[in-house]
Structures are given as C-alpha cells and as structure tokens.
C-alpha cells in the first residue's frame, strides 16, 4: 500500500502539480488554511457540532505535505489534540456514535497517516488509543444495532458518514493495530449493500442539501477503498455515474441557488466541488467539469455566507487538490437535454433554456424514499427483520412543483420541516387535510406497501411532454379519496399546464394550493406575481365556482439537537382555491404563464362545452390558440369535432380546430 492513506498519487508529483495544473485548487486550499489560525479550540468539548473539526486537520496536514511549511504542522496539531483531549465526541443525541464523531474519526484518520512521523512516541501512543477507542464505539454500537438505525439505513447520510469514518480510522490504524480489520471487513460489506441499492439515475430522496452533505461521502468511501484496496465502485455502480445529473437538473436556472425538495435548510447549500471535481475525473464528464469550475471561481463565497449546513463548502478544498484533474476539458450545458424524468424518484424537470434567467419547473410523485428503496425497504423486513425505514428527510410533496423564472422563485417548497404535511406543499388538500400520519417527522413508519405516490405516465417528445402522477392512497384513510391524478402538460409554447382530476366516495371541498414568497395581485381574469424584473401569470378553471383565498404559513424547525437554538424559517404565501359547495368529485385546470401578464391577459378565456369546460389561450407570436378541454364524460364536442377524449389540446385558428391530441 501507498504510504498515505487517501492520496491516489505520487507525492512529488502531486506537489509539482500544485505549482502548475492545479495551481488554483492549491491556493485555495493555503489561504482557507490561513483562516484556521487564531481560531480558539474550546479546552472542553463544545455544545455544539464538531464535524468542522476533523476536516480542518486534514486540510492543514495536507498543506504541510505539499508546501513544508510547519506551521501548518504546528496548527495541524492543534486541532489534532484538542480532539484528543475529550472524553467524548458529539453531544445532546447518539454520543460518540454518529456525525460529530465520524467527522472527526475521518479527519483524524488521514491527518494520522499523514503527520504520524512528525509526533514523538507519547504523542502517537496518545492519538492512537483515542482513535481505537472512538473507533471501538462505533463499531459496537454498528453490530449492536443491527436491523434498526444508522446501522442499517443504507440510503441516509447518518449510515455513509458514521462508516466511512470508521474505515478511514481503521486504514490508518490496520499496519498497527491488526484487530482494526473487523472495522474495515464491517464498512467494505456496508457499502456493498449501499452501492447495490441507491438508485441507478442518481436521484436523491433526501434532496440536493442532503445530497450534497451525505451524498459526498459515497464518493469519498468509494476513493478511499479504490485508493487502498483496488476496488473501483466508479466502474459499477450506476448511482455514482449518474447523480451529478440530479443535481444539474436540480439547479435553479441562475445555478447559483437550488430546487429545494425534501428537507432542503436553504436555497444554498447545495454545490460539492469535491463531487464535481470526482465526478469529472472519474467519468471525463466535462459537465461536472464546468460546473465545478464555476462554483470554485463565481459560487464559492456565496455558497459559504448563504448556506446554514455546517462545515459548509469551503473545507472541501483538500478534496479539490486531491481529485481535480485538469485534464478533463469543460462543455457546455447547452449540449443536455432541456427536461429530464428521474424514474426513480418520479422527478420530472423541464427548462426553457440553460439561460440564467430561464423558466425551471420541477414536478415530483413518489413512493417514500424513491421505487427502488421502497420495494427493498419491505425485502429487508420481510427477510431479514430489519426496520431501514430511515425517511426522516422525505416530505409529503406528491404532485408537488416548484417552479422558478427569470431567476426568482414563484412556486416554492417548505424546505426543512420536522413536522411533515402535505399543507406545506404545492398539492391538494382534501376538506383541508393531507397524509396518513403527517404533522410529524418520518410520518411513514406505519404505511403499507401500497401507499405511495407514483407517476403513471411520462411521455416526452419533441414539442410535447406530459406527465401525469397519482397519490390517492396516501391520503387519511376516512377521506375514502379513490384518485387523485395531476397531469403536467407542455407543448413547447410559453406556458405551462397542470390539470388536476380529484374523485372520491364522499362529498369534499377539494384546496388547490401554490406557495410562494409573495402573494400575487389579483385581475379580472387570474393572479398576476412579479418579483424584481420577473413576472407569471396563474390562471385557474374549474366545472364549478371556486373560492380563491390568500393565505400565509411559516414552517419553522431546529436543524440539529446538538444545537437547539439553531432554526430554519420560510415564511409562504399562499394562493388557494376551493369549492364552494362540497362535491365527490373536481377537476382544475391551471395555466402558468411566465413572462409580463399583459401579454396573454387578454386572450385567455374560459372555454365551455357539454358536460365540461376547458381554457383557451393566445398562440405566441400571432400563431394558432391553444386551446385545453376537459370532460369527465370521456366525450369532447368542440367547434364540430366529436372525440373519445377526458383531456384534449387543440390548435385552433379562425374558429377552426387544425390539430388536436389526446391526453387521456
């Protein structure tokens, strides 16, 4: 084996490296080093996370490898043994057993293959006892809860970071201390089960600011075991190859900021140049590439004011001298598709363009935790008894959307919730009501297999894109709701359609919602947002009268128990519509309309036909109408045509259908 763990190459070259191709990544990471010293360690072990602290010996031990400099030595161990120093790693949840103390486990692991020639006898004698008993910890409490837990919750963070951790400790200590292999035979079997079941598109159930806090740590385990055992995940498992694409498609048009479904603390902390940069390396993706580049030079220090996940990205910079490869050439996004569909978590985007100022419109219904996971979880517990119903991170967000335009956010998620409830998304209540079990965290423990969203059809051809998804059995069971299917529908023109078919065995008033951060003005003719120089239009239709409300919510949530007084708050505005009189079954038909309201306001119109009704919309630079009809009858009549049709779109030009195409 190499002599440092963790470093892939060559020391010298490595280090002639840092003075040419990746000049810029190695001067990041000397001046965040700067900002180490002067620092004051608490002498007792803070009210508070220490995941800051293993990461910043491992920057400053690897800037003393390839600079020489010891005051990076001499601060490296500072921090070293100020960690040394506590009788316990974590605080208030799990001590010494999950994320504060795996940081440091990792941290400490590398920067004790790195600088452990630098210490004297009594100094070695020291880290190592504190790392074998810190590692011992872990690993018990790993086999001691096996079926339940981190220990089994292959698709959360807690699970990566807690062992890759452990393994990193265990590669440092195995030349010394032979017992350590347990720890390492305990991580390598782990992961196999984790890399075999993350999903194949690399979608993320936890959301991109989980993403990019735990999902990093499946890239740096799978270095790590590459690096020191030959083991390449990077060749089978499709999630790795994959998930950079889930977090493009999850990037706001402006992408700085990010679409923030699942437990998301802000509209940041969402970029990993660690990822990127492996990413590209691993797979010449000159997308990942870009991407990482951009952070590095444009994102960076927004990224690191704005976002509340802690340590937050600047630490990252020993991983970007390590895996950056200048080597890979950039290409442009314009090259990608403009939608994507993430079959496993049922996330559908579409965008206008790869401007900054593009329309972005995400669309997500899925099983809890994605198909994949799903299905395994009740394998798992079925066969072996495990419970890895780990779902804390997913929201009640079926038929959900967000969607932003001209770089601001007009439809929006609740972001990190601890008391989860189909009332803070994007949705349709029914008689003001949601989920089975919601208004609490992981609300899924008791669901049955068969209760999930799901999308049932997903068609994407060129100049049309429908998809339609379907979640009635989620709702409270006394409901007796027997579907709810919204169907999102484009056709290449400026807007953007949701059509929502609601049927129950009982009499409702049904609440279509859409949350933003502002309320719109009201019009004759619909509801009229605009932010800065950005602007939509929403235009609502419905078979009977609606009542429309403005309402308002603020979802508040401590991030973390190890520090309670430490809270997330959004603050949505909410545009509803509901149904005066209560009825079994209802249809609404949406239009969004990005771009100035004065555009289409005055040619948008409601459209009525026997036994149903539709919306008709201005073609767009002087072209056909648009016209979009509904039935429940299963037969439109419409300006002499007779079609089998629940939902038809029309072009229409002088009062004559000149296209038309069936949805359903």
Known sequence: MKDYIFIDQDLDVLKAECSGSKSAVYKRLINHCESYFGQILPEEHPAASTTYMGIAMANLSLAWLLSGDEKYLTEARRWLFSCVSYPHWGNAHLVDVDLSAAWILFGMGITYSWVKGELSDAERALVKEKMLLQGRRMYDFKIETEGEGWSTNFWQNHNWINMTGLASTAYALVDEEPSVQDWIAEAKKNFDIVYSVMPEDGSDYEGVVYWRYGAMWLFIYAHLLKEREG???????????NTFSYRLYQAAPNLEEQINFGDAHDRRSGHSTAIYYKTAAEYRNGHAQKMGNLVRDEFLISEAEGSKVKPGILPECFFEVLFFDSTVEEEEFTTLPLNKYFEDLGLFVIRSSWDRDATHFSFKCSRPGGRKQWDLLWKFKREMNYNCFGLSHQHPDNNSFILNHGGEFFAIDDGYNRNVKASDHNTVLVDGRGYVDEGRNNIWKNYTPEMYGDVVAC????????????????????????????????????????????????????????????????????????????????????????????????????MTTQEPDKFTETTMKGLTFTNKEAVPELSFITVFA???????????????????YGAALPGDSGGAEEHILYSRSGNITYLDKNINAVLLLCRVRDNQVISLRKII
């Not at 953007?496 to 719109?520: C, N």
């Not at 990005?594 to 149903?612: F, L, N, S, T």
């Open 231 to 241: 083991i390449d995940y990077f060749k089978t498992c499709g999630f790795l190859k």
């Open 459 to 558: 068609t994407r051809e060129e100049g049309f894109t429908h998809v339609c998804g379907e979640t009635a059995s989620v709702y409270q069971k006394d409901l007796e709701l027997q579907h709810f299917f919204r169907h999102f529908i484009h056709t290449g023109s400026s807007w953007y359609f949701l059509v929502d078919e609601l049927k129950s065995a009982l009499p409702h008033k049904y609440t279509w919602q859409m949350y933003g951060d502002i309320h719109p003005e009201a019009s004759s003719r619909g509801y009229h947002y605009r932010i800065n120089s950005a602007a939509l239009g929403v235009y609502q239709f419905s078979e009977v009268p609606l009542l429309p409300e403005y309402t308002e919510n603020t979802v508040r949530a401590v």
């Open 594 to 612: 990005p771009g100035d309201p004065e555009r289409i306001k005055e040619g948008i119109r409601a459209i009525e036909i026997p036994g149903g």
